[in-house]
């Protein structure tokens, strides 16, 4: 019988995808931990915050792990594709399966999950639950192999985005780039984490206004405001990169980014001069990636992850910065 991997698409509706290729339920740990019902020492359900919430314990379904084998196909889907697979339950969260293809050689890495939002963390084995983490607003997810994705939700290309919609994507992005390297010298910068930049009117106007309350030169042109953007998502990177090193203990000589934003070179450039850490970026794909990886790890044609990222590394292209 042929072998067949199917990408099934991740996101909040993806155990509703793997019900409607199987007919079986499953709940997943990755997509489970988001929720915040789950304890992050057990790896399980949190009975005493379901109840205190007043939910009906029942409809909690046992959690399943990646790379778990759900079943075949249904006899409907099985007449419609023309073949029968053994569907694999994936890191359905797609961060978690974006951590993943992260094609990290060593042991204790920096990662960001980067597109139009950004997720940087690290991988743990334990979950961290100081007082200054919940005051910094650090995160622990689930991971593949029941592991800890220690991670933060930063601003991501999300500002640059808006703002070349205002401009009427009459530039590109590394037109954009361009325009934001001539006019690097400009000294304003904002906070990308306020909350006025989630889902503002204008978000220019929302950057004009940061600076203009904050008492810094406020910017005008193109290159102006794009460079107040790169500027300010690279400075709170790196300073994100700091808080983790104190926060977990650990030294990070490396950030691996992946995602759509790993081709954004300019970004990448400038967090390497930030954080004073080589960047690693690539691949782009990593939710996908991770995805097939997690089933051909099931299928015993790659031995484990660590061998599964050696493999990714070797296959995609890799910047360096």
Known sequence: MEKYYLAVDIGASSGRHI???TGRKRSEYTNATSTQLV??????????IIEALGLPRHIFRALSQPGQTVGPFTPAIRQAAGFDCQVVLPATHDTAS??????????DVLYISSGTWSLMGVENQWPVTSELSRMEN????????????YLKNIMGLWMIQSARHEWDDAYTFAQLCDLAEEKRGF???????????????????????FCEESRQ????????????????????????????EGLTGNRYAAIHIVGGGSNAAYLNKLTAEKSGRTVLAG??????????????IAAGEMTDLKGARKIIFDSFPIAIY
């Open 19 to 21: 019900f409607l290729l």
């Open 39 to 48: 304890n992050v020492l057990t790896r399980d359900w949190d009975d005493e």
């Open 98 to 107: 974006a951590v993943m293809a992260v094609p990290a050689q060593e042991e």
């Open 138 to 149: 650090f995160t622990n997810e689930g991971g593949y192999g029941q592991t800890i994705r």
């Open 187 to 209: 000294p304003s910068r904002v906070d990308v984490d306020d909350a006025m930049f989630l889902a503002p009117d204008s978000m220019i106007g929302a950057i004009q206004r």
């Open 217 to 244: 030169p406020v910017p005008e042109s193109v290159g102006q405001v794009a460079a107040v953007i790169y500027q300010s998502l690279a400075e709170s990177y790196a300073k994100t990169a700091d808080k983790i």
């Open 283 to 296: 691949p782009a794909e990593a939710t996908a990636i991770g995805n097939l990886t997690a089933q051909m």
